[in-house]
């Protein structure tokens, strides 16, 4: 079963550093999302890209946030400057011509 | 207000319990409506999509109303592995998930 798979698993940072965490969505699909889970809280929408930009984005997803997709399978998240509040679980998500999005197992971020 | 709001639970039910779980949304031009359960620690995992007419799968029933903006998740002959967190999913055509904050279960023996 094809699946969207995201590394690293833990990335470790310092406050100030520049982050990108990568996905790789299943291989069919055009619509690629970020959502965050910050420990304890629920899931965030960030961010929504088709046909190379931007769909949608939430109030989270402001100038320190910027997402690409560098070649036909990489999707990538970066974060310019981290700060201690951007420590969440980072889910990459994907979907083809239906509604159900399926989620990829996570990067945990955490900035010291 | 939230934009999709779920009783947090918890909800400790025994094996074969039958356990309903409720959800309002707020934005009424949400089209889409999904279960996912979150197992802890892990990725949101796709339960099954929300249909007005009603939807079934197995042990799984999942309603919408959409006058009232009210979705459940009706759960039969509970097993211990339906322990996990349920969430409640709207989308708005062309845009991103809003979640609920989730609603726990644990199954007991």
């Known amino acids: 079963e094809p699946e969207v798979t995201q590394t690293p698993s833990h990335q470790v940072t310092q406050m100030g550093q520049e982050v990108i965490l990568r996905c790789v969505p299943i291989?069919?699909?055009?619509?690629f999302y970020w959502y965050r889970q910050i420990l304890g809280q629920k899931v965030e929408f960030l961010v929504s890209f088709y046909n190379n930009e931007i769909s949608e984005k939430s109030e989270i997803f402001d100038d320190q946030f910027s997402v690409e997709r560098p070649d036909g399978s990489n999707f990538t998240l970066k974060i310019r400057s981290t700060k201690l509040e951007d420590s969440a679980m980072y889910f990459c998500a994907s979907t083809g011509g239906s509604y159900e999005q399926y989620f990829g197992p996570g990067t945990r971020l955490t900035v010291t | 207000r939230k934009e999709v709001e779920q009783d947090p639970g918890p909800f400790n039910v025994p094996e074969g319990a039958t356990v309903a779980f409720n959800c309002t949304y707020s934005?009424?031009?949400?089209?889409?409506f999904f279960w996912y359960r979150q197992d802890c620690r892990k990725e949101p995992k796709l339960l099954m999509s929300?249909?007005?007419s009603g939807n079934e799968d197995g042990r799984f029933t999942a309603q919408l109303n959409r006058a009232s903006q009210y979705i459940s998740l009706l759960i039969r002959d509970s097993k211990l592995s339906d322990s996990a967190t349920y969430l409640c999913?709207?989308?708005?055509?062309?845009?991103?998930?809003?979640f609920g904050a989730g609603t726990r279960l644990t199954v007991k023996p």
């Open positions: 929300v249909y007005s």
């Open positions: 291989s069919n699909h055009l619509y």
């Open positions: 999913v709207a989308r708005i055509i062309g845009g991103g998930m809003r």
């Open positions: 934005n009424s031009a949400s089209q889409s």
